[in-house]
């Protein structure tokens, strides 16, 4: 991985890009408009750079275990929707409509009544 510049580093960087900024546009639009312009934007582009910085070093996906000899069934106590669980990577139940799913034994009938 990369190592962190240090702060310092960055903010002379930032510094530094301002007064490039503001030299080569103040000319033409002022020099008071484009330093303000460069304030405004350098902390909304130094945000959404970090952003994406960020949403590149997610973390891997957790493996996955094949379940054998189980039928995991689980149903919506909300709307009723049905799940059958051939892979899992933990024993937590799933969740549907913001509530956890009850598991139904193999063979059994859902909690809830037909619509």
Do not use: Q
Request: charged fraction near 20%.
């Amino acid at each position: 991985m990369d190592k962190p510049r240090p702060r310092s580093g960055r903010v002379v960087a930032y510094l530094v890009a301002g007064v490039i900024f503001v030299a080569g546009v103040g000319p033409f639009f002022g020099f008071w408009r484009a330093a303000i312009a460069f304030a405004v934007a350098a902390p909304v582009l130094a945000v959404g750079i970090g952003y994406f910085r960020s949403a590149g070093n997610s973390p891997p996906d957790a493996e996955a275990e094949e379940l054998t000899g189980a039928d995991l069934r689980y149903v919506c106590s909300v709307c009723g929707l049905e799940l059958k669980v051939i892979v899992a990577t933990n024993d937590k139940a799933p969740t549907h409509c913001r509530e956890k799913m009850d598991l139904v034994p193999v063979g059994g009938k859902p909690p809830l009544k037909p619509v």
